[in-house]
């Protein structure tokens, strides 16, 4: 088990940009595969990143070629960077990790496949 916990969030201007963080604490951070979900108020938590202990990544539709995943092994920490940032973005941003197995990359885009979540960073973007 790892323990998680994200910074990052804020409240920022259409357009602008964010880097969240993750820590991991506990064991064997290299061995796990990392995820980035979130939340809006009154809707259910979805799907925006995922970085296989291989470095692979996987994202949402909704956010290619504005969010970038990226992972620090040496840090014990995964990192989203958020770029071009638009009000529908506004959510708390949970980060997971789940021992990665030989399995498909897709796979990670479940919130049912993690056992591990920190406990989320507000995201607010103004228009």
């Known amino acids: 088990q790892v323990q998680l916990v994200e910074s990052g969030g804020g409240l920022v201007q259409a357009g602008g940009s964010l880097r969240l963080s993750c820590v991991a604490s506990?064991?064997?951070?290299?061995?796990?595969?990392m995820g980035w979900f979130r939340q809006a108020p009154g809707k259910e938590r979805e799907f925006v990143a995922t970085?296989?202990?291989?470095?692979?990544?996987y994202y949402a539709d909704s956010v290619k070629g504005r969010f970038t995943i990226s992972r620090d092994n040496g840090k014990n920490t995964v990192y989203l960077q958020i770029n071009s940032l638009k009000p529908e973005d506004t959510a708390v941003y949970y980060c997971a990790g789940k021992i990665d197995t030989n399995t498909a990359t897709l796979v990670y885009k479940y919130v049912s496949v993690y056992d591990n979540w920190g406990q989320g960073t507000q995201v607010t973007v103004s228009s």
């Open positions: 506990g064991r064997a951070f290299s061995n796990y595969a």
């Open positions: 970085i296989r202990r291989s470095g692979t990544t």
